[in-house]
């Protein structure tokens, strides 16, 4: 395989006595669909907007698509595309205005803009809508006309900034469709996101946290980390006083709420669920069921994030 | 250069259906303009005034008669002690005391200089030295029957530019300058705000565009739109209020234009600093005031202040002590002491 698409080393933002982001390192390789898992205000929107050569690193480097950011911010530009949660568009344009603006920008001109526009409209399916105002789209559409101008000068690398927010779920679904199309089609497709059910659709995830890279690699490596560790649920009507109880119990690792139900994460492999659930009948707690679940992403996010608290206490 | 075009086409399909932006390049002017040009007025009409006539002669009823004709005087009332003088003045019932001593009439037949005395309420310096203009034209023109050997230097005042001192001649052209500081401003500072706002400038910063093509492309659109606005201001100046041009078009677009490129500039410095377009209005429209609150172009006191100066210097050339002037009697020091002088003139200060 050829040169990774984006290369990380150490990229470091402080503001002020904040560091944004602290000692990141990662690659993502090309046409990989890469995601950015984090809370609001994990660093995910200012590593992007380093990536992008908007913002300056303090340290560390960075290298999209053969450029150092650092060093040549201006020359990255060209070669990504940039959508964010806002779906910058003018809203008192056109449809068409909208995309011949942004053609502008990328200096496309006649037939190429021609195609590209052409491109766009279908992607977003408004074909036969061009002389609509942006501003009577609803957000499925307003989110795949953004995504089509950005697009519009067919970068190498797409940089998507919690693209679906504000989306119905079927938009949502068709946008990841298109995402992956794109990934097909050889564009390496950067995504961050705080929701887990889109970060497992990422061929790779990065959770990051206060900053730091916490974790990183397929879905299924990340849920490795539980395999010596299972994982129950606990459905009761009262999960407070379950999840205090299991809290001091030695076998327990830890406890995390889920909807209604508690999940616990077990220190060792063995007949767990039993232990448990005596422990909890000792204590005359109600108990409706206990299960054994497949870890899902968020039992791999708050782990990741449990760990790394622990290891810099705040 | 074609993407500071592309960012510049954009703005102006934006601003055609930006019904805000359109507001303010058009309803603003338009408005100033009919309540410069209609409503407000500095022209200072019916002046109240009292009249203390000590001689009771012909002579001093015909300067009484002067006073009426001139169309800027109203006689409200007649005094005859220096305490009904004071009342008058306190209570606002005049504003301005005509004394007429009881030897005007027999100096005046004698050929000597006949003096008489003229009390300004100073409350308002404006108003007191635009009165006391029309007080010495109207003693100017009662003192052109005296035999012309009592006259040491004659004078003929001759106003250039705003012969009859007409306010909206001087109003309406201030207003170009101040309608398009406002419209600059205002909507250049707006529309980058706005784009901080719905994110799009964020949008734009990821695009290969230089800061310098981009803010071309913003500003182009509203230097035109200003250009255009500033045309129609004169034009509608020319046609409604029958403002004389004086001078040459091409000299007054440009400076137009360089004047409007310093507006726009100021704009930007307010979108660099404001975040929401609410404060960018505010701060716009301050700063977009500031010099015409500052200056003076609402309250043209230079413009005042010049003319009793020229006033006071045609005054001297005539060999009258300007003395009163500006001198504030110790009994009522709101007041202007103003001697003024019918007849040939040697004025002195009454009591």
Redo the contacts between chains.
């Keep these: 395989m050829s040169e990774p698409a984006i290369v990380v080393r150490d990229l470091t933002r402080v503001f002020g006595r904040f560091r944004a982001v602290d000692a990141v390192t990662f690659d993502v390789r090309r046409g990989e669909v890469f995601g950015f898992l984090g809370s609001n205000g994990a660093g995910k929107s200012t590593t992007i907007r380093m990536l992008c050569g908007l913002l300056r690193p303090t340290s560390g480097q960075a290298v999209v698509d053969g450029v150092d950011v650092g060093r040549d911010p201006e020359a990255v530009k060209p070669r990504i595309g940039y959508m964010s949660q806002r779906f910058s568009l003018y809203e008192l344009l056109t449809v068409e205005q909208n995309i011949d603006f942004y053609g502008g920008l990328y200096r496309l001109s006649g037939e190429r803009l021609r195609a590209r526009r052409q491109f766009a409209l279908e992607m977003a399916g408004l074909v036969g809508r061009e002389r609509e105002l942006t501003r009577n789209l609803s957000g499925g559409w307003r989110q795949r006309l953004a995504l089509g101008c950005a697009l519009l000068h067919e970068p190498a690398i797409l940089f998507l900034d919690e693209p679906t927010g504000g989306v119905d779920p079927v938009s949502r679904r068709d946008f990841w469709r298109l995402i992956d199309d794109l990934s097909r089609g050889g564009t390496t497709v950067l995504v961050t996101t705080h929701y887990l059910d889109e970060a497992e659709r990422c061929d790779r995830v990065a959770i990051i946290h206060a900053g730091r890279l916490a974790a990183l690699g397929t879905t299924r490596e990340l849920k490795a980390r539980f395999e010596t560790r299972p994982i129950l649920e606990v459905r009761s009507s009262d999960p407070v006083a379950v999840m205090s109880r299991l809290d001091r119990d030695p076998r327990v690792e830890s406890t995390s709420l889920f909807g209604t139900a508690v999940h616990v994460v077990l220190r060792q492999r063995g007949d767990g669920a039993a232990a448990v659930r005596e422990a909890l009948e000792r204590d005359g707690l109600p108990i409706d069921a206990i299960t054994p679940v497949v870890p899902s992403l968020e039992d791999v996010f708050l782990d990741v994030v449990d760990d790394l608290d622990r290891q810099v206490p705040a | 250069m ?2 500071a ?3 510049a ?2 703005e102006m ?2 601003i055609r ?2 019904r805000r932006t359109l507001l303010i390049l058009i309803f603003v002017p338009t408005f100033f303009l009919f309540l410069y040009g209609y409503a407000l007025n500095f022209d200072i009409r019916h002046v109240r005034l009292a009249i203390d006539d000590r001689d009771g002669s012909a002579e001093s009823r015909a300067l009484v008669a002067d006073f009426q004709r001139s169309s800027y005087f109203d006689v409200v009332a007649g005094v005859t002690s220096p305490a009904e003088v004071d009342h008058v003045l306190d209570a606002n019932a005049a504003r301005v005391v005509l004394v007429i001593p009881a030897d005007y009439a027999r100096d005046r037949r004698a050929g000597r200089p006949a003096e008489v005395q003229v009390l300004i309420d100073g409350d308002n310096a404006n108003t007191a030295t635009t009165v006391l203009g029309y007080v010495n034209g109207v003693l100017r023109a009662a003192s052109n029957g005296v035999a012309a050997g009592a006259r040491i230097v004659g004078v003929e005042p001759r106003i250039w530019y705003n012969p009859e001192l007409r306010s909206t001649v001087f109003l309406v052209p201030g207003l170009v300058a101040f309608i398009s500081m406002i419209t600059a401003v205002v909507s250049t500072a707006l529309s980058i705000v706005r784009e901080k706002e ?3 400038m ?9 800061t310098v093509a981009f803010v071309t492309g913003k500003t182009l659109p509203y230097l035109v739109l200003s250009q255009i606005g500033a045309s129609i201001i004169m034009a509608a100046a020319i046609v409604l209020f029958g403002l004389p041009m004086r001078g040459d078009w091409l000299s007054l677009s440009i400076f137009v234009g360089v004047f409007l490129a310093g507006a726009l500039g100021t704009g930007l410095l307010v979108s660099t600093i404001a975040n929401t377009q609410q404060v960018a209005f505010q701060a716009a429209a301050l700063i977009a005031l500031m010099p015409t609150v500052l200056l003076g172009v609402h309250l043209p006191d230079f413009e005042h202040a010049r003319r009793a100066g020229a006033l006071r210097h045609a005054a001297r050339a005539r060999a009258v002590l300007p003395r009163g002037a500006a001198r504030h009697r110790a009994e009522g020091p709101r007041r202007d002491d103003v001697v003024g002088a019918a007849g040939a003139p040697a004025p002195t200060r009454w009591w």
Excluded: H, N, Y
């Design positions: 074609r993407r075009l592309a960012v086409i954009k399909r934006q259906r930006d719905t994110g799009t964020e949008q734009v910063r990821m695009a290969p565009i230089s």
